[in-house]
């Protein structure tokens, strides 16, 4: 058999636990022990294995021992086998130690004295102590020359043979533990206007952003989208210098994530742009579409440059950096 003191229990709700059989008036409320007999009912639990008591220890806390009813027998701590009981119990405003039939101590039950009562075996002798704190103890009781215990069964009881309401509260048998958990169930209520979710976040790092390389700079997270923004991008070659900015960009930004994130790559549309870098000539006409001429009856032309070209020594190059820089109505992001 498992020695007493590894029943360690502190009577979570909402039920008890595996250590004990089914319970008579006797439930668990915030964290304890609650036994309410009635006079049609006794209130009891009882352990379903059986405990070696020899070289061993059991306690319990009393919470409340009730108020005082003729007749009624309350047992924080009882171990019963065929052959032999062991008991503390409270009857009135007393306290009571019993080794079967023998009463081993008596005195005026205390909260604070009688907190903690123990039962315990050492060396043959048994021991009857109580405690404020279930740290120092003091013995109220010993007998010695018990010979060999038997296994008992764990009995915490509030009997009432008269037929009374009586109740007794006990708690961490075998614990120190204050702790227990509640449940509860409802709907939870704002009064008012409850903003938008945000979560704003700032990091720092060393570089530029690019379209595809490492994200720096402040970041803001938001569970919208981007808000209104202007957008100006500066392009860099492959040395770092400057060549100029790119005109008329349409961006497919959805998120900010998107323009801070390390790694990220966004479309650009380019509103005008070609792909050379010849200079194109138009021929200048009149509003009859006929070409307009010189004193030397030459064609007239215009030279115009795509503002955004693509291709190598262009602005738009797989090589370049695109440095993003982004304005809002409200505050710059970068």
Same mark, same amino acid.
């Given at each position: 058999?498992?020695? $007493?003191?590894?029943?360690?229990?502190?009577?979570?709700?909402?039920?008890?636990?595996?250590?004990?059989?089914?319970?008579?008036?006797?439930?668990?409320?915030?964290?304890?022990?609650?036994?309410?007999?009635?006079?049609? &009912?006794?209130?009891?639990?009882?352990?379903?294995? &059986?405990?070696?008591?020899?070289?061993?220890?059991?306690?319990?806390?009393?919470?409340?021992?009730?108020?005082?009813? %003729?007749?009624?027998?309350?047992?924080?701590?009882? !171990?019963?086998?065929?052959?032999?009981?062991?008991?503390? @119990?409270?009857?009135? %405003?007393?306290?009571?130690?019993?080794?079967?039939?023998? @009463?081993? /101590?008596?005195?005026?039950?205390?909260?604070?004295?009688?907190? /903690?009562?123990?039962?315990?075996?050492?060396?043959?002798?048994?021991?009857?102590?109580?405690?404020?704190?279930?740290?120092?103890?003091?013995?109220?009781?010993?007998?010695?020359?018990?010979?060999?215990?038997?296994?008992?069964?764990?009995?915490?009881? #509030? !009997?009432?043979?008269?037929?009374?309401?009586?109740? $007794?509260?006990?708690?961490?048998?075998?614990?120190?533990?204050?702790?227990?958990?509640?449940?509860?169930?409802?709907?939870?209520?704002?009064?008012?206007?409850?903003?938008?979710?945000?979560?704003?976040?700032? %990091?720092?790092?060393?570089?530029?952003?690019?379209?595809?390389?490492?994200?720096?700079?402040?970041?803001?997270?938001?569970?919208?989208?981007?808000?209104?923004?202007?957008?100006?991008?500066?392009?860099? =070659?492959?040395?770092?210098?400057?060549?100029?900015?790119?005109? +008329?960009?349409?961006?497919?930004?959805?998120?900010?994530?998107?323009? #801070?994130?390390?790694?990220?790559?966004? &479309?650009?549309?380019?509103?005008? #742009?070609? +792909?050379?870098?010849?200079?194109?000539?138009?021929? $200048? @006409? +009149?509003?009859?579409?006929?070409?307009? $001429? =010189?004193?030397?009856?030459?064609?007239?032309?215009?030279?115009?440059?795509?503002?955004?070209?693509?291709? +190598?020594?262009?602005?738009?190059?797989?090589?370049?950096?695109? =440095?993003?820089?982004?304005?809002?109505?409200?505050?710059?992001?970068?």
């Amino acid at each position: 058999m498992a020695l $007493l003191h590894t029943l360690v229990d502190t009577f979570q709700p909402p039920s008890l636990s595996a250590y004990w059989g089914a319970p008579t008036g006797s439930v668990v409320v915030d964290g304890q022990l609650n036994l309410n007999a009635t006079p049609a &009912q006794d209130a009891f639990i009882g352990s379903v294995a &059986q405990w070696t008591l020899t070289s061993s220890s059991g306690f319990v806390k009393i919470i409340d021992p009730g108020a005082y009813t %003729a007749g009624a027998f309350k047992s924080p701590l009882f !171990l019963s086998s065929v052959s032999t009981d062991i008991s503390w @119990q409270l009857a009135g %405003a007393f306290i009571y130690a019993y080794f079967d039939t023998t @009463q081993l /101590y008596s005195g005026t039950y205390s909260s604070t004295t009688h907190k /903690y009562v123990r039962i315990r075996e050492s060396g043959g002798t048994l021991y009857f102590d109580s405690s404020t704190d279930a740290v120092t103890w003091t013995v109220r009781a010993s007998v010695g020359g018990i010979g060999v215990l038997p296994d008992f069964t764990v009995l915490i009881q #509030n !009997l009432n043979p008269t037929g009374i309401n009586s109740s $007794l509260i006990v708690d961490n048998f075998n614990s120190t533990s204050t702790t227990y958990t509640r449940s509860t169930s409802g709907t939870i209520l704002y009064s008012g206007t409850v903003p938008r979710p945000q979560v704003i976040h700032f %990091a720092t790092a060393g570089g530029s952003i690019n379209f595809s390389g490492n994200a720096i700079g402040r970041k803001q997270i938001d569970f919208a989208g981007i808000e209104s923004k202007s957008l100006l991008y500066k392009a860099y =070659d492959p040395s770092g210098v400057f060549m100029g900015l790119l005109n +008329d960009v349409i961006p497919n930004f959805q998120l900010p994530e998107e323009i #801070n994130t390390a790694g990220s790559a966004v &479309q650009l549309e380019l509103a005008r #742009n070609s +792909d050379t870098l010849i200079v194109s000539t138009e021929t $200048l @006409q +009149d509003h009859l579409s006929a070409s307009i $001429l =010189d004193s030397n009856s030459q064609t007239i032309s215009t030279l115009s440059t795509s503002p955004n070209q693509i291709g +190598d020594g262009s602005l738009v190059d797989y090589n370049n950096r695109i =440095d993003a820089y982004v304005f809002t109505a409200t505050r710059t992001l970068f």
